[in-house]
């Protein structure tokens, strides 16, 4: 399986800022996957990013306030835009390569006060 | 819509004593039913893939079964490291592998 990292792992923002929470895997995949949990919630897809093309959103995201770079084939970078308390969540990366299942990042840990 | 339910939300077995946790789903054409662990903080540990009905997998205490309509992973004589969150997740056939996620059981196995 592939090695995942994150960063930063964790940050307090203020409100109103923007932070970019970059993603490295170890090898080469097509299929990138960004997803938010919130406290004490399951995940939520943000997005697929895939290299070469632009990020398909899920209903409730928009690329405004969640852009996303894909660069290459083992970077990507989600962007959380004028945030606000409620953004405060774990947001992970996840990458799904020839078997259907997905492997994940350790997570960064985003609070906004 | 897909909709994948989780029971029990929470769980506390006494270490050695075997349960299981469920996981309902309605989904048209399944692609796939995945477990996951996740500890505090962390991300989640990828544990079993199910593509059938009547599919078996297992793992050390582990063991997750799977039917037309639930999943069940059987804890078999757990210990406290067992502790965490168990995430059941579905992906639809057509969905370019994204993953549906239900709501996760915690489990606290006591000493």
């Known amino acids: 399986s592939a090695v995942i990292s994150q960063k930063p792992s964790r940050d307090i923002c203020q409100r109103g800022t923007s932070l970019t929470i970059q993603c490295q895997v170890d090898?080469?995949?097509?299929?990138m996957f960004w997803y938010r949990q919130q406290p004490g919630q399951s995940l939520t897809l943000i997005a697929t990013?895939?290299?070469?093309?632009?990020?398909?959103?899920e209903s409730g995201f928009v690329i405004d306030k969640f852009p996303i770079s894909r660069p290459n084939l083992t970077f990507s970078t989600l962007t959380v835009s004028n945030m606000s308390p409620e953004d405060s969540s774990i947001y992970l990366c996840?990458?799904?390569?020839?078997?259907?299942?997905?492997?994940f990042g350790p997570g960064t840990r985003l609070t906004v006060t | 819509e897909d909709q994948v339910t989780q029971s029990p939300e929470a769980l506390r077995l006494q270490e050695g004593e075997s349960s299981s946790l469920n996981c309902s789903y309605t989904?048209?054409?399944?692609?796939?039913l995945f477990w996951y662990r996740q500890d505090p903080g962390k991300g989640p540990e990828f544990l079993f893939t199910?593509?059938?009905a009547g599919e078996e997998k297992e793992k050390e205490r582990l063991k997750a079964t799977l039917t037309k309509k639930e999943s069940f992973l059987h804890i078999t004589a757990p210990k406290p490291e067992d502790s965490a969150t168990y995430l059941c997740?579905?992906?639809?056939?057509?969905?370019?592998?994204?993953?549906?996620f239900g709501s996760g059981t915690q489990l606290t196995v006591l000493p």
């Open positions: 997740a579905v992906r639809q056939s057509g969905s370019a592998r994204q993953l549906t």
């Open positions: 996840s990458v799904g390569e020839g078997s259907y299942e997905q492997y």
């Open positions: 989904v048209s054409g399944l692609r796939g």
């Open positions: 090898s080469q995949v097509t299929m």
């Open positions: 990013a895939n290299q070469g093309s632009e990020a398909t959103y």
């Open positions: 199910l593509y059938s």
